[in-house]
């Protein structure tokens, strides 16, 4: 099950749930985990990592299993413009639930005029969408309890005060 969360001001309403994933599966098998420098920007395979971040100040109520569609509001046509961070709750290929933060920038709002090749080629235009990338911007793993980041300054928005890490490193 997959359930995607948009966070509108200081609010986090329900987007939608359906059975299929959304976002690339995380494997921590397949990345390089390193401690967080503000020195170093992490190569491609590369992702930094705060073990123990339900402890940390900066830890939102949000990767916790108590979240849910159950818990929040559905939201509503008016609020899309104002997302500024959407999260993706899905499980993993081994069952393992990880939450996909993504945060939502001016750019990732498209508007474009595309060919729809689905059933009878048609050309649909402007129609008002988000881009959700297939690698998040950061990504809570419950049951190691460690988040994993590429850039402190893309995830501090979703994660505040996270970027005083900078002074403890």
């Known amino acids: 099950m997959t359930e995607i969360f948009a966070k509108i001001k ?11 994933n959304v976002v690339d599966d995380f494997d921590v098998n397949n990345i390089d985990e390193i401690k967080f420098s503000p020195f170093y920007t992490p190569d491609d395979d590369a992702w930094f990592q705060i073990k123990s971040f339900s402890k940390e100040k900066y830890f939102i109520e949000q990767c916790t299993d108590n979240f849910s569609s159950a818990s929040i509001n559905q939201i509503d046509n008016d609020d899309y413009s104002d997302i500024s961070c959407i999260i993706i709750s899905q499980d993993s290929d081994n069952s393992t639930q990880k939450k996909y933060f993504q945060r939502i920038t001016k750019k990732c709002f498209v508007n474009k005029t595309v060919l729809w090749l689905s059933g009878d080629p ?14 998040s911007d950061a990504v809570y793993l419950a049951d190691t309890d460690t988040l994993y980041f590429k850039k402190i300054a893309t995830i501090k928005e979703i994660f505040p005060g996270i970027e005083e890490i900078d002074f403890c490193a």
């Open 122 to 135: 048609e050309v649909v235009k402007n129609k008002k969408q988000i881009e959700i990338n297939r690698k």
């Open 10 to 20: 200081n609010e986090y309403k329900n987007i939608l749930s359906q059975s299929e």
